[in-house]
Structure formats: structure tokens, C-alpha cells
């Protein structure tokens, strides 16, 4: 955690700042991130009042001779990807009335911006004229997608009966073809393996839970030269847990194409799933008012270099152990 | 190849262009390309002309209803990072009399602005302040980092004299703090092992020649939490063998935490690599003028989870199997 440490007094020697930003800021997991500043603060080199952190003459001298600056690009908030503004207008206008997430399937969407700017790579890559495979959907990437009228098909799988029928209800509307299906990914999927060449997915990120998506999400995969794309956040998904998750990647046959950091925000809108906050054990911890969108994932891009190899076949059961381990500090309880 | 197939249709679906930009947009690799092109033009879907390519009216045909769009951002070319202006104003006016690349070590150096854009990437992750090994440097990276004052120590080990003297001269003309070292890696690095927490490199991209400079650079690292950064393009280095070497990255003990597309770009800027073009083989296959700075590579960032462990260990002869293998069609014959 030295680096990291480095980079939160880094950050601090220019002033003092909201925990939540210093959080988004740090590369460490939430449960690594309060154990050093924990230690920082019993060491007198900073103090927390009010949700905000800062230096203390002794962390002021330790910080001597550092400095902070914000590189990120303003234009593109550091993602590489302008918006695809003709998709984006119809698209904001649709995920206005989406249905509000929900507790417990872990939901929580990612902002318009990054929705459309996924679109935009994925456009980019050659991927969107094949057929989609969506794990999940409360982003609504699937309409976004279609609204394009360039992928040859497009199904989505998810367990909640109300995007199910919101997808269902707008691709009538508006002409896409979208077809959302009711599906619990503890069970397999049946008719619908080996028809796909991309997937996408935003997976839970407890180890169980993610072996689980992604075996799903390849199983729906036609075969070399598929492609799939998911979030992961090193929030809720420290680097030991990556490194296994890169494992299971490789092990199932594909090689990573991209990691791009910070590529999905999940914005504090008002209706997002910050509203679950009296159960999210991050807002316990903290208590201060959220005043940053600090909930952020990376985009992972992975092709199939062997045949597709699922780690789990059939039925699976995981239960609670779908959403929760020591680090999932951000799902509600 | 569907896919990239794909992306060439959509993009020729816009109108014609130079061979040099196709085979920067398309994300295969040479021989791959070349391939796919070849089959395109004998089944009359492409033509090439000058340097040109663009689609025939039975290509037009096949491209119907494809569309192109340039997403990148402009402001920051897709790499999501703003430049260090500061550091950049001086690297770039010591960087202005810099020794020509030398065809016999396959050099070739990345652009001023990515060079820049590398050191706030870094910046950004805290590893700046730390201790950095760096393989070979004809970008002379170091310089630009001993710019900003903030590492506590850089050592170059490089096989060209001209380039250890270069940056031996400019650090004490500058007064910074880097020490440039004559060494083969062919060779072990001595009592270097173990001494820096970041290493930087952009490796020769033949698999025995990037294990061997991945080996080098990883047993220059202290331990768990040390980090680095290297260079890998998809034009030299099929997914094939991208697999391999996140295999290889895996097995020595790291996790892969970024990914970057295009984050280093090879600019043709009259004295780079492209003045050996009689020697490379892509030229000899081309014939057509360059016109694009069509070179770029991906960024890779890893973490050490466990210790350390390097695959080559202790005096490793590779001759020319270091830099010559069935895709190197970028490197001098």
C-alpha cells in the first residue's frame, strides 16, 4: 500500500478534499483504502472531520516536495471516447422512465455518457454488426444498441421482471430488435449457447458471482474469435481478486484486449443505488454526504483465442455468496 | 477475421484510404491483415491502387447500410491523459538532438507527447516517486521523468553507447538524477536485482525476446506491490501471442491493471525507425509512401501479487531469434 499512500498525499499536499473523491482518486480496494488512511490518521498525518480529509503539520512535512495534478482529459473524461450524439439523444430520452434499481439483484446503472461511449468502442472494434449476448441489463445497453439498427440480433437475459418488460415494451415502440428473456443465471442457458460473437456484461464482483456471469456469458459465445465485454471496479474487487479473475480468463480460453480504467461511472443521480444507502456498508462506515460520482469500474475487453471453455456448467447454486464477500462493500446488505 | 473484416468494410464504407491508415483503424496483425486484404481483393471486394484502398461496387454492395464514425477524442488523441506541459517544454528541446535510431538494436522512438502522456499516467498512479528501472531507452524516457524531480532514483541499462552517453550528459548538464548503464540483457542485471519499485520498457515483441526482457525488468523489482510498464502493439504481436504473454505475466506472479489501445504512437517524423524502410518488410510488400503515423502500441500496466519470479534467470544467449520471428515485419532484416 506504499504507492498508494503516495498517491493520497499526493493528492492532499494540494488542499483538503471530500473522502469520496479521495476514494475514486486511490487505486486501492475500499477495505484496503480505510485500513491506510485508518493508519495515516493514527499516525498524525491526516485528520477526517466532516466527510473531509486533509494534512496535518506532520503529514504536511512528510507530503514536502510532492505534487498533484490532474491529467485526466476534460473532453472525454479521460475515456478516450467521444459520444455517439444521435444514439445518446434517443437513448437519454428512454432510460428517463427506466425502472428504478433494485435492492436485491444488486443493481445500480451506469451514466448515459458511459453507456453511449461503450457503444462507441464497441463500434469502433467491428463488434456491433454481430449478434449480442447482454448478462444483466438494468443499463440498458441492449437499447442503446439497437437504437443503432446495426447488430444482426440482440438478446438479453435478466432476472428482473420489470427491465425484462421495459426492454420488451421500448423495442416495440421503437422498432428494435430486442429480445429480453427471464432468466436466473444460476441455471444455464440453454437454446442459447454457441449462437452468440459478443457479449456484454456487468457482472457482481464476488469471485462466485463473476466465475458464474462470465461461464454464462462464454457458454453463449459461437466460438475463437467471440469477443465479450465487462466491468470491473477494483473497489469492490481488489488485485488479488483480479489476478484470479484473470486466471479463470485465460484458463477459459481468451486473451485481454483492453483494460480501460475508469471507463464506466455509475452516477449519483437521485434514483441510482446510492437511494440504498442505509444498507450499503461503505455509507455506514463514512456517514458523510455523497458529493462525487467516486463509484467508477474499468472496461475489460476479452476475445477467445481457444474454443470458449466454461468454468461452471448446468444448474449452480450460489445464494447469498452470489453477492457477498469481504470486500463487496458497496451491495446492499 | 470476421471482425476485423468488418471494421474494414465500415470504414471503407466512408470512402477510400491510404493502406497506412487501414492498418492502423483494423486491430490485426500484419501478416493477418495482409491475409484478409489479399482474399478481399481476389474475391473483388476491395480494389488497391497507389497506396489506396477502396471498395469495388460488389464491396459496396457487401457494405450496405455499414457506417463509419471517428470516436477518438481529439483533445487528448484516445488516450484519456492530458499532457505534462511543464516537463514536456524541456524534454522536447533535449529530446531534439537525440541520437538516430539504430537499425541493428531495433530501435525507434515514441512520440514527444506520448513519451509525456506515459509520465502522467504514471504520475497519476503514485509511481513516480518511486525507484524506476528502465530496459533500453531510446525513448529516453528517463530524462523526462528526472525532469520532474520526483522519483528517488532512475537507472537506464542500455546496449547502445551513444544512447548511455546522451543521457549521462543531458543528466549532468540538468543536474538530474539518473544514471545510464552500458548492459546487454542478454546478460543478468546483477546487483540491480531487487532494488526498484517501477520498472519501464518497450521490449523487442518476439516471444523469446520479451520474455527475456520481461525477465530482466521483473527481477529488478523489490517484491509484492512493485509495478510496470510496457509497450505492445498488435501489428507485430498477433492475439496469440498476447496470450502467451499474459501467461507468462501470470506465471512470474502479476496482475495486468490496464490495458491502453493506442497509447503510444511512432511518429514518421523524417529520423524515426521509417528511415530503415529498405530493411523492413512491410515496406517491401507496400511499396506505397507512408502517410500516416500508422506505428502505435498498447500500454501495459501490472502489479506484482506475489513475489516476483522471473522465467529467465542468469546469462540467456537469443542472438537473432531476440528480435526476428513470423510477425517482427516492422523490424530490420
New interface residues.
Given amino acids: ?7 493520497i498525499l ?1 493528492l492532499l499536499s494540494s488542499g483538503s478534499y471530500s473522502i469520496w473523491y479521495v476514494i475514486d482518486y ?2 486501492a480496494s475500499i477495505p484496503e483504502f480505510f485500513k491506510l488512511i485508518e493508519e495515516m490518521e493514527a499516525e498524525g498525518i491526516i485528520k477526517i472531520e466532516n466527510g473531509m480529509i486533509s494534512l496535518t503539520e506532520k503529514g504536511k512535512k512528510e507530503a514536502e ?3 498533484f ?1 490532474d ?6 473524461m ?7 450524439e444521435e444514439i445518446k439523444k434517443d437513448y437519454e430520452s428512454i432510460a428517463a422512465s427506466r425502472p428504478p434499481p433494485e435492492a436485491k439483484y444488486d443493481q445500480g446503472y451506469i451514466s448515459i455518457d458511459g453507456v453511449i461511449r461503450r457503444l ?2 464497441i ?5 456491433i ?2 449478434s449480442i449476448f447482454i448478462a444483466g441489463d438494468d443499463d440498458l445497453f441492449s437499447i442503446a444498441a439497437g437504437l ?3 447488430p444482426s440480433r440482440i438478446v438479453v437475459v435478466e432476472i428482473d421482471e420489470r427491465i425484462v418488460n421495459f426492454i420488451n415494451k421500448v423495442a416495440r415502440e421503437y422498432g428494435l430488435e430486442i429480445e429480453a428473456i427471464m432468466h436466473d443465471l444460476q441455471n444455464d442457458i440453454g437454446e442459447l449457447k454457441k449462437k452468440f ?1 459478443v457479449f456484454v456484461t456487468d457482472p457482481v464482483e464476488t469471485l462466485p458471482g463473476i466465475t458464474l456471469f462470465l461461464s454464462r456469458c462464454v457458454e453463449a459465445l459461437k466460438g475463437i ?1 467471440s ?1 465479450g465485454y465487462f466491468g470491473l471496479t477494483t473497489l469492490e474487487a481488489s ?2 481478486k ?2 484470479e479473475i ?2 479463470i480468463l ?1 484458463d477459459m480460453g ?8 475508469n471507463f464506466n461511472v455509475y452516477p449519483d443521480d437521485g434514483k441510482n443505488f446510492f437511494t440504498f444507502q442505509q444498507r450499503l456498508p461503505v455509507f455506514k462506515k463514512i456517514k458523510a454526504k455523497n458529493d462525487y460520482n467516486w463509484y467508477k469500474s ?1 472496461l475489460y475487453r476479452i ?1 477467445a ?1 481457444k474454443e470458449p471453455k466454461p468454468i461452471i456448467t448446468g444448474w449452480h447454486k450460489l445464494g447469498k455468496a452470489l453477492y457477498h464477500d469481504n470486500e463487496s462493500w458497496v451491495t446492499p446488505e
Same sequence: chains 1, 2.
Avoid at 255 to 260: A, F, G, L, M, P
Fill in positions: 500500500m506504499e504507492r498508494v499512500r503516495q498517491q499526493s486511490q487505486d516536495g510532492m505534487q495534478h491529467f485526466t482529459c476534460k473532453e472525454c479521460g475515456t478516450g471516447y467521444e459520444l455517439w462507441s468502442f463500434f469502433e472494434r467491428g463488434d454488426y454481430g443503432t439498427g446495426l460473437d474469435g469477443v488485485r488479488h483480479w489476478y484473470q486466471r485465460h481468451f486473451v485481454i484486449t483492453d483494460i480501460r480504467r474499468s476475445e483465442i
